[in-house]
């Protein structure tokens, strides 16, 4: 039981750069969701899904798309990358069920954009 | 808007002492507080929970104390050790039953020895 795995750990991209953030979990939780860390400002939410085939945005959304296709996987998308978009970024996981939120969170990925 | 708060970044406290981590929150509708711990370099770890229809709840070397009425939590961990050095994170559901949290900025602990 891994929980939940984020790839890659580090990365660097050039400005305009395309790149996606791999997520799985093998909790079978229905609940997956992608934030940012940034210096001083907290865990921010960049997008979220309930379920398989469903997604919506959160706080700060633009400039990446997500994608459902299967219970176990959450990738994130950064289409074209930009400097503002250098921070850690951390993929977790809930059931969701009952409303207690208890977010498993992987290990985070840092990504800076040149 | 919904807002989570901590009232200090930094607290430093000496090995053995008892430290109380503050919080505030602005939403009425949030139910489901959390607290996190995250160390340097890892994701956060939760640590403890309590519902809204809860004032205490007690784990191990760790308390939360909610005060609705102030929209205040607070985390207190007991015999503080150099392991509880990180940086801790409350977070509030805000509405519904979505996965979402709300995150406060955090605030580091500092153990002295």
């Known amino acids: 039981n891994a929980g939940v795995t984020q790839t890659p750990k580090f990365q660097v991209l050039k400005t305009g750069q395309s790149m996606t953030l791999q997520c799985a979990q093998d909790m079978n939780h229905e609940y997956m969701s992608w934030y940012r860390q940034d210096p001083g400002m907290g865990l921010r939410l960049i997008h979220y899904s309930v379920g398989a085939g469903i997604t919506d945005q959160g706080e700060v959304p633009n400039g990446y798309n997500v994608s459902r296709s299967t219970t176990e996987d959450f990738p994130l998308r950064l289409l074209s990358a930009a400097p503002s978009q250098t921070s850690v970024y951390f993929c977790?996981?809930?059931?969701?069920?009952?409303?207690?939120?208890?977010?498993?969170f992987g290990a985070g990925s840092r990504l800076t954009v040149l | 808007g919904e807002s989570v708060g901590l009232h200090l970044p930094t607290l430093s406290v000496q090995e053995g002492d008892n430290s109380i981590i503050n919080c505030a929150y602005s939403n009425s509708a949030s139910d489901y507080f959390i607290w996190y711990k995250q160390e340097s370099g890892k994701g956060p770890q939760f640590i403890i929970d309590i519902r809204s229809n809860m004032d205490k709840r007690q784990g191990q070397r760790v308390t939360v104390l909610l005060n609705k009425t102030v929209k205040h939590l607070s985390l207190q961990i007991a015999a503080t050790q150099p392991g509880d050095s990180a940086v801790y994170f409350c977070a509030e559901n805000g509405s519904g039953n979505t996965g979402k949290l709300i995150f406060g900025q955090g605030t580091t602990l500092q153990v002295k020895p």
């Open positions: 977790a996981s809930t059931q969701g069920h009952s409303g207690a939120n208890v977010l498993t």
